[in-house]
C-alpha cells in the first residue's frame, strides 16, 4: 500500500459521516478515488430518492481524497466551494462516486467527480461535482 | 398554520435524511425557511467539524423547501444544480441555515441560503449556498 | 453539412459578442462544439491576461451551442446558469474552447467545456466550465 | 478619494475588456463596487439580448474589485471561479451590476454580486453570481 492510501485510509475511517452514510472507500490511486454506497431509508428525501446531500457529501469526500493524494507532504485539505448538478433521480441499491483532479496546485486544487447508479445493465450518471479544494496546515 | 406550511412539514416528516442529522424545520414563511441542527459525531469529517456534506444537505432542503412554499399547486420540486463556499470550518454545537427565494419561476427557481454557526455572542457564517429548483409534477 | 450545423453556423454569425471578440466556430458535431479565438489588448484584465470573463462568453457560447446540437427539433437554448474555474492565467496568443453535452435532457441540458491555452510544446488547460441549458421555444 | 477607490480606478482603467464594454465604474466603497453598461449590437447573443458573457465579465470585475477594496496591502486579486444564475434574459438599455465581499480572507474573499436591468419603473434582476477571489502578489 502506498503512503498516501494509508493516510487516506485511516482519514476516511476517522469520518463519523461516513459511517453513518454507509460509504466504502474502494478504491485510491494517484489523483483519484472511489466510494460506493448503498440506498437506505435513513438517506432518503420525501419522495424515497438518495437525498442530494447525501450524494453531494460521497462527492465531496471523493474529491477531498482525490486532492489529498497529490498534497504537498504535511498538508490536509479543506474544500473551498463545490457545485453539483443532479442529472437524474438517485433511485436504486448501489452507487459509485468517482473523483480525479483536474489540477493540481500548490495551495488550490480543481476536481471533478461523478456518481453513477449500478444496475444489471451497467451504469447510470446521477450527480456530477466541480470542486476546489485548499491545501492547509491542520494541527491536533 | 397556512396551507403550504403544513404541506412542507408533512413533507419534511418523511425525509430519512433530515431525521439521520436530526434536524429540525424551525420556520416557514412565503419564500423562506430555516432548519435547525446540531454537531454529533456522526456527522464529522476526518478532523471532528461538521462535514461540508452534511451542512449542504441542510442547506438543500432549506432552498428546496422554500422553493416549494411558492411552487404551483400541485407541483413538486427538484433540485436542479447549487453551488456552495464554505467560508469558516463548522466548528460548534448549534446550526442554523435560512433560505430565500431570490426568483421564483414557472419552471425554475432560484434560492440562496446561508448556514450560520450559534454562539454566545452572536451568529457566524459557515457556508453559503445559490441553488436551481426545478417545479416537476410527482406522482405516487 | 449536418442541418445543425447550418443552424448553429448562423445562429453564431449572429452574435455580435463572438465578432466582438474575434472568436470563430472552428467544429461543430453532434453534441460537442470547438471555438477558438486570439488574445487581443481589447479582450485583457488589468494585469494584461485574457479577461475571466471574456474567457467565460466563449465558453458558454460553446457549451449553449453544444446544447443546442441535440436539443429538441424547433427549440432555442438560454444558459440557466454555469460555474466556471480558472485554472491558470490566460497568458499566450491563441485559445481554443471545447464543450460537450453530458447529459441530454427534454427541458434542460448539462454540458462541461474547457478552454486551452494553444503553444508550441501543446495544449494548457486555463479554464473549465460546467453548465446547465434550458430548451425553449423562441419567436421572432 | 480613499486610497484603494484610487488604486481600483487606476485598476479598471486599464482593463481593455471594461472598455470593449462600455463599463464604467459608478460607486467604490470599502467592500463593495458599483459597474455600469448600456445594451450594444456589439454585446449581443444570437437572439439580440446581451451576452450572458458580457452580464458576467461585469459581475466578474465588480466582484474582484469589491474584493480589492478589502485586500491585504500589496496584494492584488485574481478570480479563482465563480457560478452564475441568469434569471431573466438581459433585454434592454442600461443595466448595473452591484456586488459586495460576503467574507473577507487572508487568502480567499467569497463576493456576491447581482445585475440589474434599470427600466422607468425601477430595477430588475438579470443575474447573480457568487465568486471566490484569491488575493495575490503580482509584480511587473
Redesign the interface.
Known sequence: MEDFERRIRD??A????M??LGAKLTAVSSGATEISFSS????????GFV????V??????AC?YAALTVAPQGL?V????????????AVGERFVARAQV??AGK??S?C?ADVFLLHSGGEK?VA?M?A?V?NVP?TG
Open positions: 482519514s476516511f476517522r469520518q463519523g459521516m459511517n453513518t437506505s431509508p435513513s438517506l432518503t428525501q420525501q419522495h437525498h442530494a446531500g447525501a453531494t457529501t460521497i462527492l465531496d469526500s477531498g490536509e479543506l474544500t473551498v466551494e463545490f457545485k453539483v448538478n443532479f442529472l437524474s433521480p483536474k489540477r495551495v488550490l480543481v471533478t450518471l456530477t466541480l476546489t485548499m491542520l
